[in-house]
């Protein structure tokens, strides 16, 4: 069995030093060995009150918050603002459900076999690209080829477009700025502040926002005026929502949703299929299986939608991949209020922390946690997966609405490139996962392609 890489468990004392000491803000380094086996306590020291939760009850307790208890964190709010303002994802209470009413008529243009095409279209561009590499052999950059990819597809599903790579680049360098450098995820502070501090972000964070805002509010652009009528996509009906007042979105606050969707559906999937390819280049066996898998039931031909959904064991890997690195690594709330989370007292203005990445490689609920094993989705062993311990898409009110638009799309563009491509990590020994917002590589990883043999 392969281990994919990852930051070694230290007692709480040691993974203070060295996540402080390392600069570079991978909020994994923070995690002590404790964490990966209590159901609740408190997540090291820091000077407010940080608790970590992983009781699957305890969990979909935070999660549901039928009381209104634990919002999303100020941390996340503020750290976001400058990025998508007071948007569908940060939101509480009755904004939320305004924006809630308005926005989800819109996702059913995100239906599946609607977008199936757009997401084929993607695949069939980034294919010539990866044929030119190997033409070339010309090393290139996955973490930048997979969210062009994925930038490309919602793209086409939300604005009726492709994105060039220019812009692809643009967004991809901005997005990786604003992660690396966004100060609530810096390290010191999550420490040292106290609870509902508002911290100012440095000018060049808010530069990196503007880029990404001003890519987005182009784009918006195309469907206003009278070459906007024609389209029939998601953008045009977020452009036309109301609410019960009969009032739509502002231009600002149109491009703070069309940011939420942009980001979420590019941003964590290009994050996961990175992971994805990574771990397949390290593991043979497994391609063949998946390249079995494509050819017995699709040949040569390009794959369909309905072909898709039976591609079991790609799904299965896809599924396996996001346990070991779910996209969104921390889902992190506030009390608004003193509470009870099982035996433990909650203060106000406690963050409470539900970690995606520990809860999938608890020792009480996964077997070999830290093994990358596709075969622990296989419908023999369903029963082994303990109920609200998997949740790389969230769980409740809030889980992601693209969770199958996202499981679609990951088996076809698994599917394809293996099919088509041998795929060589460069380096493979220097690769290891950080987290700041989303689960990325810490470096870029660079890989070589050639066509399959």
Known sequence: MYKPPRPA????????IRAVTSGDGNLLNLLPGAA??????PLGWSRRSTMIVNR?????????????????SDLMVNALDALIGNSIFVSSGETWRRQRAMVDPSLTMMRINRAFPDMQAGVAET??????FAEREEPF????????????????????????????????EAFNLFEKSVAQVEIFRLVIEKAFTKTPQKPHVLEACHVIRKAIGELLDTHTGEGGKHYDDITSALMLARDESGQGFTREELIDQLGVMFLAGHETSASALTWVFFILSQQPECVKRIRAEVDALCGDQPISFEQSKKLTFTRNVFREVIRLYPPITFLPRVAMEDTRLGSRHIKRGALVIVAPWVLHRHKAYWRDPD????????PERENEITSNAYIPFGLGPRICSGAAFASVEAVLIIASLIRAFDIEALDAEKVTPAARLTTRPTQQILCRVKARA
């Open 36 to 41: 990966y086996e209590m159901e609740i306590g």
């Open 56 to 72: 699957p009850d305890l969990v979909r307790e935070v999660l549901i918050d039928e009381k209104g208890i634990f919002p999303k």
């Open 127 to 132: 294919m010539k690209n990866l044929s030119a």
């Open 9 to 16: 468990p230290l007692s709480a004392l040691s993974s203070l």
């Open 141 to 172: 950059s996955l973490d930048l080829m997979m969210s062009h990819l994925t930038a490309d597809i919602i793209c086409r599903t939300v604005f009726s477009t492709g994105v060039s790579e220019k812009v692809t680049h643009e967004v991809f």
């Open 371 to 378: 093994l990358f094993d596709p075969d622990r989705f296989a």
